[in-house]
């Protein structure tokens, strides 16, 4: 199946888009200037301003003297970046290969697309007709080749849709500007009197190279289709995708429930078949006042069960704001990870973490909460109260350590340490008593001390003496001293936990 | 006639303890819990599972001590496979330690909630999901209507649930199967040795769902409970350090 492009030319981009934002300069003379080398130069004009013979190049002063009653508006450079950008992501809805083609155009590649709209006329005519509709003063052209599109949308009179494979007749009678070249190989051309591409198409390679340089030939075998281009998208397809174009715009919940099911109902088929399980789902929804949203869900076990998905993205639906109506919506899954198709026990066997059922749970409470307040904690062979757990949120891994059991370890602990107030009988001793937010503990058994190091290659700092302490009443803590006794020092003693 | 009477009264028992929850124990079902003579008080002399429990606490004291007697009942319940949540608002449980109670910290999973009124929705879920053995549910507030959604849950899962109650100021009136104060108490070792010795807590059965309530005192020892009969006041022959 030819590839089949299409260019879409903004012959007034800033200006039309000033126009759309101001009502007023609709239809009237106005142009952008730009201050270059000290004069202040045209450097976009309304249709209005281009009948006085203003053009982009001119300067304000020369321009004012064709037409005294022209606006001038400062410019900004690098806006028209700006503005494709943003059109092409609202061109995404057409086709999902949009790029933007500087100063002035988009391209976008429309395989396969156009069928789902009844044809290449129909269409480009609905896509060309919403961008009028916005506003903007547009030309089309349509092509095998991204070249030749690009031609014919800026070059000729009438025919803007070229049929698939007469892409060289097309071409023939435009212009030599129709080919992307620098604008001194155009005076060259014009010079020679090659007026048109159809005069020099059938020179030999080795003389159009020879005479107009590499660029020349690169250019035209592109437009010709026997030289490869490439497009880069605006944004990079995901693999699995779904999408669903709505024939009447949707504001319903139930409407959009149901094109939600539907949409997973697809992906998680597609997923199944190729032994996939989706990990994280966006949903995106495109109004038709040409906004869009998203919805995120992300998953902690790969899965294509479309119920599981379709209760994870209800959680949100929520959020969700269809404005006037939704016309299209997209679901993306952007990654996804192989799934072991485990047999399904036929008694309820209650496994480990790597249960299904868990995991789906925790999707659930991660989509309501937040990803990060699930917390799973494997052994690390370190001796740092601090660092002896380390958080994981991979629910699979297993732990590679043993749990340390040889020495007592608190309950609770308390992060960071507390200070408190504790008296030794002598330095080195366990303390006698300690006061902890104002209640005096008096100490009956204790353990200790347990010195433990600080790991120097994490951080500086002194060592901890622990103590295992009981008071009169049966509450066990774990204190510590912080570095040597040392009768200078005011703070030493910390409370770090309760033992059961 | 006397005999048939008792028969019927009996049977009749029998009935309103399946009404209120309680399964008779399935076979194979982990029915030993180490408990002794505490798990006399309560129906059918066995620790209820798949209901949900009460844990009362004042001091971050008694909460340790609570969390001990959890851990070490939850540690049974995951000898026969499955994970264990705990949900809390503001957690200070140290992992490493719950190995120390036969639970090995990476079944378990912590959930902490930022905020206060999720605490309850979490647990809900858990507690509706069937791959879950044990719900842990750190919280502060808990009221009746919230304790009857709970035991509703459980009672179609059969997942058990404890419900770890901090800073209590006010006992109020719960549908849970069984109220647990847990105080610690001060440990013994054998006469005239310094140091601390093993884990030991005052238990208390405050209520019981056609039970019998009471107190006792356990030491936690070899990775089991063992009551301790003797109640008698620590000599206070023990030199410090």
Redesign the interface.
């Known amino acids: 199946m030819p590839k089949r492009f299409v260019s879409i030319w903004f012959r007034h981009l800033l200006t039309d888009r000033l126009a759309i934002r101001n009502s007023e300069l609709k239809g009237k003379a106005f142009v952008f200037v730009e201050v270059q080398r000290g004069r202040k130069v045209i450097t976009a004009t309304t249709a209005a301003a281009e009948q006085y013979g203003v053009v982009p190049g001119m300067t304000l002063t020369d321009a004012k003297a064709i037409t005294p009653d022209l606006l001038a508006f400062d410019g900004k450079p690098g806006r028209n970046e700006i503005l494709l950008k943003g059109l092409a992501e609202w061109c995404i809805r057409f086709t999902p290969l949009v790029a933007v083609d500087l100063p002035d155009g988009l391209l976008l590649d429309v395989t396969g697309c156009t069928q789902l709209r009844g044809g290449e006329r129909v269409w480009l005519k609905s896509l060309i007709d919403r961008l009028t509709e916005i506003g903007y003063d547009v030309r089309p052209g349509m092509a095998d080749t991204i070249g030749c599109a690009w031609g014919i949308a800026r070059c000729a009179k009438k025919g803007l849709i070229v049929a698939e494979g007469a892409h060289r007749n097309a071409i023939m009678p435009l212009p030599p500007s129709a080919l992307r070249l620098p604008f001194d190989l155009l005076l060259k051309l014009q010079n020679l009197g090659l007026y048109s591409i159809g005069s020099f198409i059938h020179f030999p390679k080795a003389v159009l190279r020879r005479r107009f340089g590499k660029d020349m030939v690169l250019r035209l075998y592109q437009a010709l289709g026997s030289e490869e281009e490439f497009l880069i998208p605006l944004r990079e397809p995901v693999p699995y995708c779904e999408r669903l174009p709505c024939l009447e715009p949707i504001r319903t919940r139930t409407a959009i429930e149901i094109a939600l099911q539907s949409l997973l109902d697809n992906l998680c088929k597609r997923l199944y078949g190729e032994g996939k399980g989706l990990r994280s789902a966006v949903l995106t929804y495109y109004r038709i006042d040409g906004k869009l949203g998203t919805i995120e869900i992300g998953t902690n076990h790969a899965t294509h069960r479309s119920t599981h998905l379709f209760k994870l993205f209800s959680l949100k639906l929520d959020t969700v704001a269809p404005g006037l109506g939704i016309e299209l919506f997209v679901l993306e899954a952007p990654s996804t990870d192989q799934v072991s198709d485990k047999q399904v026990d036929l008694w309820a066997n209650k496994n480990g973490t790597d249960d299904e059922v868990v995991a789906e749970l925790l999707d659930r409470v991660a989509g309501r909460i937040g990803k990060e307040t699930i917390h799973r904690y494997l052994p690390a062979e370190r001796f740092w109260p601090e660092r002896n757990a380390e958080a994981t949120d991979d629910l699979l891994k297993s732990p590679q350590t043993q749990w340390r059991t040889n020495k007592p370890r608190p309950l609770q602990l308390i992060v960071p340490p507390e200070p408190v107030e504790a008296m030794a009988r002598i330095p080195d001793y366990p303390p006698k008593q300690f006061i902890y937010k104002g209640k005096k503990h008096v100490i009956v058994g204790a353990d200790g001390p347990d010195r433990i190091e600080r790991e120097w290659w994490e951080e500086q700092g002194e060592h901890r003496d622990y103590y295992i302490v009981e008071d009169e009443d049966g509450g066990r803590y774990w204190l510590f001293r912080s570095g040597h006794y040392d009768p200078e020092k005011q703070q030493h003693w910390f409370i770090h936990g309760f033992f059961a | 006639m006397a005999a048939k009477k008792q028969d019927i009264i009996a049977k009749l028992r029998q009935d309103i303890i399946t009404w209120e929850g309680f399964r008779p124990i399935q076979p194979g079902a982990l029915s030993n819990f180490g408990l002794g003579q505490l798990e006399n008080a309560f129906p059918n002399q066995v620790f209820p599972t798949g209901a949900i429990h009460e844990f009362l606490s004042t001091?971050?004291?008694e909460?340790?001590?609570c969390?001990?007697?959890i851990?070490g009942l939850v540690g049974k319940l995951l000898q026969?496979?499955?994970?264990c949540?705990w949900v809390s608002y503001t957690r200070?449980?140290?992992?490493?330690?719950?190995?120390?109670?036969g639970v090995?910290?990476?079944?378990?999973?912590?959930?902490?909630?930022?905020r206060q009124k999720?605490v309850l929705?979490?647990t809900e879920?858990?507690l509706k999901?069937?791959?879950?053995?044990a719900v842990i549910c750190e919280t502060h507030n808990f009221s009746l209507m919230e304790s009857r959604r709970l035991q509703l849950a459980v009672e179609h899962s059969q997942v058990t649930g404890f419900v770890l109650r901090k800073d209590v100021k006010a006992i109020t009136t719960t549908a849970c199967v069984a109220r647990w104060k847990v105080?610690?108490?001060?440990?013994k070792?054998r006469p005239g040795m310094?140091?601390?010795?093993h884990?030991?807590?005052n238990v208390e059965l405050q209520r019981v769902k056609n039970g019998r309530t009471g107190h006792w005192t356990f030491e936690?020892r070899n990775r089991n409970f063992h009551e301790v009969i003797d109640q008698q006041q620590l000599p206070d022959l023990?030199q410090?350090?």
């Open positions: 001091k971050p004291e909460t340790s001590a969390g001990g007697m851990s026969q496979g499955g994970v949540i200070r449980i140290y992992p490493p330690a719950l190995k120390l109670f090995d910290s990476d079944r378990v999973i912590f959930v902490d909630v930022p999720d929705w979490v879920e858990a999901c069937e791959g879950v053995t105080k610690p108490v001060r440990s070792l310094p140091g601390v010795g884990p030991r807590w936690w023990r410090y350090a």
